[in-house]
């Protein structure tokens, strides 16, 4: 006879969700969430359905939504008018701009939320990329001096995480020191660590309209095929005084997330990007997949290979599912 049968662990619902090893919580997730200028605005992002960008009236409807369902994490990424944009991204420190208003905003309402923020220069960016452009090159120290005056304007907005998610050489140290300096002691650094030039971000740039100009982000955003480089990250990252290391994409990237998970004690975080949601989406509205069932697989991967913080467009409508 045989006297091991795996299935024995398998032969009932309460059994299986007994020994289930890996748990997902609507706590575990950070939400994306985009602001534009205007008031009564709620436009879908044609990329990712379901997905909107909201005029702060209803962006701030939106996180009374998502807080009611248990969301308490926002990433809030501004799409900001081409009109504003230029070289040095100066919109970005602009105390009555559009994200540094919504920041302060969305915290004088609803204190009890948890502001994420991204410090990178495409969004207010002429030249889409998110360092400073010169002869060609995106330059990395001078970029630096400009993310820490983002990341000190974005503190004294309100933010509680700070996300540099630019990806130049040093730029952690050089912000958590900014902050330092500037009494922000207790802002907290989620470093966006292996961060991959990767096509999965495609509907992001729609949604800021916000891609390069010219060229590519692969002399600041890592190669694909590359994991050891995701180790000198980290320990930069880990060195440098961030407080959170994440791997982005999500799914592309699991043995990346799981060697981060082993190798330093920081909470792992995972960015389940535009391009692996607008996948499932764009297979679920063609009957092609169970929308439902591959967001909860997907999702239950990233968790499984390490991460304990999601950042996904998912999060709204799984927190809904968790209700139910
Ligand atoms: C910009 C930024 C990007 C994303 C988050 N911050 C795009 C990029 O690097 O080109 C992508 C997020 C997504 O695809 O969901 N620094």
Redesign the pocket.
């Known amino acids: 006879m045989l006297s091991r049968r795996p299935r024995r662990n398998r032969k009932s619902g309460v059994i299986r969700e007994m020994v289930e090893e890996t748990r997902l919580s609507t706590k575990d997730f950070i939400f994306?969430l985009f602001v534009i200028e205007g008031t009564g605005k709620k436009v879908e992002v044609k990329s990712m359905p379901g997905i909107f960008r909201f005029s702060l009236d209803l962006l701030l409807k939106e996180i009374e939504e998502c807080l009611m369902l248990g969301i308490r994490t926002f990433a809030i990424?501004p799409a900001i008018d081409d009109s504003k944009k230029d070289k040095y991204a100066t919109e970005s420190l602009n105390g009555e701009g559009l994200y540094l208003r919504a920041l302060s905003e969305i915290k004088k309402r609803f204190p009890e939320a948890c502001l994420m923020t991204?410090v990178?220069m495409?969004?207010y960016s002429s030249d889409g990329h998110?360092g400073l452009v010169k002869d060609g090159q995106i330059v990395n120290d001078e970029t630096l001096e400009i993310l820490g005056k983002m990341a000190v304007a974005q503190a004294g907005s309100g933010a509680d995480i700070i996300g540099p998610?630019?990806m130049m050489d040093g730029r952690v140290g050089y912000i958590r020191e900014m902050l330092d300096d500037a009494g922000y002691t207790n802002t907290s650094i989620l470093a966006?660590t292996a961060?991959y030039a990767?096509a999965?971000?495609?509907?992001?740039?729609d949604a800021?309209d916000?891609?390069?100009k010219a060229g590519d982000?692969k002399t600041y955003?890592m190669d694909t095929a590359n994991r050891n480089e995701a180790l000198i990250e980290a320990e930069l990252d880990y060195n440098e005084g961030a407080d959170i290391l994440m791997v982005?994409?999500a799914l592309a990237y699991l043995d990346v997330i799981r060697l981060l998970k082993d190798n330093f004690p920081l909470p792992i975080a995972a960015?389940n990007?535009?391009?692996e949601?607008a996948m499932i989406k764009a297979a679920a509205q063609n009957g092609w997949l169970d929308g439902e069932k591959a967001m909860v697989e997907s999702l239950l991967s990233i968790k499984r290979a390490g991460a304990s913080i999601i950042l996904s467009?998912f999060a709204r409508e799984f927190a809904q599912l968790q209700k139910q």
């Open positions: 994306p990424f991204d990178a495409d969004p998110d998610s630019d966006y961060k990767s999965f971000y495609g509907p992001f740039r800021l916000s891609a390069p982000k955003q982005k994409p960015y990007v535009s391009g949601y467009y």
